[in-house]
């Protein structure tokens, strides 16, 4: 069974075409990021379903 990695700090972060480049992403959007400003989770739509996401994967850790 693999186990997800517990993030020390996730943060919602909106990521423009013109910065796709510095994150290795192809769509713009929503990401949740580590502190070490590791793409974790994402692209969402909004910051709504990203902090959703966030909290889940918080609560998943949490629960292991």
Known sequence: MRYMR???DL???HVPAED???YNLTQCGWYAM???DHVIL???ESLA???RAIRDR???TKDV
Do not use: E, M, R, S
């Open 11 to 13: 943060i919602a972060v």
């Open 58 to 60: 918080l609560q998943a």
């Open 34 to 36: 580590d502190d070490g």
């Open 42 to 44: 994402g692209p969402f």
């Open 49 to 51: 379903q990203c902090d």
């Open 20 to 22: 796709l480049g510095d």
């Open 6 to 8: 517990t993030p020390k």
